[in-house]
């Protein structure tokens, strides 16, 4: 059975030791430089998101540590072992899932899962075991025999999942774990999430373009933006760096080339971001305030309100505060990666 490291790295004042720990990570190809001196640390049990557009970097993150393409500068240390050094006791310690779905969808929800068991090495007398425990884990015991492909789209993520827990890692990558499913899925999906992490002691990295899924599932979030790290903490502490506790979102029913700046002038704005004609977001230190200026200065310039909403600071403003863009602008690509073989592989 394979022993941890002892030369794991303390963590700062004699607490356990991060689950991952990423120290100035960069990635080049030729000259360029897709990930730049990234660090971070994820502290184990922890659900921690990658946060940001198609070409942030993320992907090409998660690929490194998950052993899938090399570190240029930098390293990654899974659970104590070093991802250039030992690629091997890295991979016995975590799951990967990728966004398209991998599974056979001729073979049997069972079928699947005894093939990756067998891919990890999973001793013969656990496999039947580990296989019921990962089925009853998220709901589909009663399935185990039937085709994978008669399965729903929300079934199979939920069989892509069991099969990355089939070999009882410790912590668990899921490249954006929600997409295509439908709302009733997706919540589905991040209350499974929630109960495998207490329940099998997960820690578990996900990457997301879904803001909501962002504030509710992850403990931390990380927003990456052009190979960099941009912000890190908890979506409270993300929410509460922008300046303004609320946004007012209006719409005029004319556009006028002084509203931005008249809008700046209002009581508590610190920010007024223009979306499209005639719409605005204004961030404001007090929305109540604001609101009524708002209201009274388009009475006075004779225009109509067309819509007109207040709400508290959210993850959105958090990423175009620190992006200048909108995420949901972002066209999100999939990213497969999967696993490579294992040597050995047992009958």
Not at 75 to 87: F, M, Q, S, T
Not at 97 to 112: K, R, Y
Request: glycine fraction near 8%; proline fraction near 6%.
């Amino acid at each position: 059975m394979m022993k941890r490291r002892h030369t794991e790295p303390a963590a700062p004042g004699g607490m356990q030791a991060p689950a991952i720990e990423v120290e100035n990570i960069v990635k080049r190809y030729g000259d360029f430089e897709a990930v730049k001196g990234i660090s971070f640390r994820v502290a184990d049990g922890e659900i921690f998101g990658l946060l940001g557009p198609n070409g942030a970097g993320k992907s090409t993150l998660i690929r490194m540590m998950t052993t899938l393409i090399p570190v240029t500068a930098g390293r990654a240390l899974i659970a104590g072992y070093d991802v250039a050094k030992e690629p091997d006791a890295v991979r016995r310690m975590i799951g990967v899932i990728p966004q398209a779905l991998t599974s056979d969808p001729d073979l049997t929800v069972e079928e699947n899962l005894l093939i990756y068991a067998k891919l990890y090495s999973v001793p013969r007398g656990r496999r039947e075991k580990n296989i019921a425990e990962v089925l009853e884990a998220v709901d589909l015991s009663k399935w185990r025999g039937a085709q994978t492909k008669t399965l729903s789209g929300g079934m199979r993520r939920r069989l892509e999942i069991a099969r990355g827990l089939v070999h009882d890692p410790r912590i668990f990558f899921l490249d954006e774990p929600t997409t295509g499913l439908d709302p009733v899925s997706r919540i589905a999906v991040w209350e499974m999430l929630n109960n495998l992490k207490e329940t099998r002691k997960l820690t578990i990295l996900i990457t997301t373009h879904y803001m909501e899924e962002a504030d509710k599932l992850c403990d931390r979030i990380a927003i990456v933006d052009h190979g960099n790290l941009v912000a890190l903490g908890t979506p409270t502490e993300l929410k509460n760096s922008v300046a303004g506790a609320n946004v007012v979102e209006v719409h005029f029913d004319r556009e006028s080339p002084e509203w931005k700046e008249r809008l700046e002038r209002l009581t508590g704005v610190t920010s007024v971001q223009p979306e499209s004609a005639g719409f605005y977001r204004v961030l404001s230190t007090s929305g109540s305030k604001t609101t009524l200026e708002l209201v009274q200065m388009a009475a006075e310039q004779g225009v109509t309100l067309s819509s007109l909403s207040v709400q508290n600071t959210t993850l959105d403003d958090v990423f175009v505060h620190y992006t200048g863009r909108q995420l949901r602008d972002e066209q999100v690509k999939p990213v497969s990666f999967i696993m490579p073989p294992r040597p050995g592989m047992q009958p």
